[in-house]
């Protein structure tokens, strides 16, 4: 378990702020936020490549807070990759099993089992200047996860991918998370967040506003920032269960309602949203061509800067943007019986990698 407790940092123009949180063994934990929220300054506290002026860093009830990064345990993996460019893919993964001593047939054994496990066994003789963005990344990580260390640091490692390497090194990243590799990971990106984390901590100015699984903080927001920086409201685990013969997809939610939406995904554990202002709610059942309509019972309006947040509970909460205008015509208030639809086409699955 690594515990980090009232870590504060003056860095000038920016600072962090009594930052305090858990990881448990096991965890593939998230720290989520925008650009210049503090993310990689917390990761590099934690690596111990920044010092802190204040709070403390434990590691399984051992204090490393002022040990240097070689005594602490953990792997940290950059953004910029930090290859060694004279050095094959095979020297690259064997320098740190070097540099602790192993040798020989135990050298060459472990190497052939990381490159294995990351499916790059194949470029063990290439050089590092000649592998695409997604290769060099995992021979990265192959070189870090040779320390075995107890904690393995990620600071925005798909970023800089494209969409199918992506999905390639997201789906090994949760393959080492399962194997019982602890992980941090920061990112911007709250679809990455949610395919990979179990748990996540949203990152703003030097603080953290919330820290909790994916699906509490987007479904319950503690904070206007974790609100408008997430942005999404309608958010739910599901299972994609069935596909029509126009590829229309049946998702079931765990209140066992069914949806319906489009996806590339044809089956699979995951989870789906769609935004407030895709709902439309009506005192009538509508007459449209929305697949998604529910009836229910107004449990909450909120005041927001151009209208009403509204609340429905259709046996799921639904919640939905409308204007002024529209709460008084339609006479919404707490209790209200209305109709809420949207369209399949508003919808976005997120598989669960």
Not at 149 to 161: A, G, H, N, T
Not at 167 to 192: C, K, M, P, Q, W
Not at 241 to 247: A, P
Request: hydrophobic share 40%; proline share 4%.
């Amino acid at each position: 378990m690594l515990k980090v407790e009232g870590l504060s940092k003056n860095l000038g123009a920016f600072a962090l702020k009594d930052v305090s949180f858990t990881v448990n063994e096991g965890d593939y934990f998230m720290l989520l936020g925008p650009s210049g929220a503090g993310k990689s300054v917390i990761l590099e506290t934690i690596a111990g490549l920044v010092r802190p002026e204040s709070g403390f860093i434990y590691l399984n009830n051992e204090d490393i807070t002022q040990k240097p990064i070689t005594n602490r345990g953990v792997g940290l993996v950059f953004q910029d990759y930090a290859a060694f460019p004279h050095m094959s893919v095979y020297s690259n993964i064997a320098y740190p099993l070097r540099r602790k001593g192993v040798k020989g047939r135990a050298l060459h054994r472990r190497v052939i089992e990381l490159a294995e496990k990351l499916s790059i066994n194949h470029l063990l003789d290439r050089n590092p200047q000649t592998l695409s963005g997604g290769e060099l990344q995992r021979m990265v990580l192959a070189r870090t996860l040779a320390l075995e260390p107890k904690v393995l640091l990620l600071d925005e490692p798909l970023s800089s991918l494209d969409v199918q390497l992506r999905a390639g090194l997201r789906s090994a990243l949760r393959a080492i998370n399962r194997e019982g590799t602890t992980i941090i990971h920061v990112t911007h990106d709250y679809e990455e967040a949610i395919s990979l984390a179990n748990r996540v901590a949203v990152v703003n100015k030097g603080i953290i506003e919330q820290c909790d699984t994916a699906e509490e903080i987007f479904q319950n927001p503690k904070s206007m920032f974790v609100a408008k920086f997430t942005g999404v409201r309608n958010f739910y685990h599901a299972q994609i269960i069935d596909t029509t013969e126009h590829e229309l997809r049946i998702i079931q939610l765990q209140s066992r309602h069914k949806i319906c939406g489009y996806t590339d995904e044809s089956i699979g554990d995951g989870f789906v949203c769609f935004p407030e202002s895709a709902v439309s709610v009506s005192r009538t059942s509508p007459n449209q061509s929305a697949l998604n309509v529910f009836q229910g019972k107004v449990v909450d309006i909120f005041p927001q800067r151009f209208g009403y947040e509204v609340t429905v509970d259709v046996g799921f909460k639904v919640m939905a943007l409308v204007t002024w205008e529209s709460i008084n015509r339609l006479e919404l208030q707490h209790g209200s019986d209305v109709w809420v639809s949207f369209k399949a086409n508003s919808l976005r699955f997120i598989p669960r990698v």
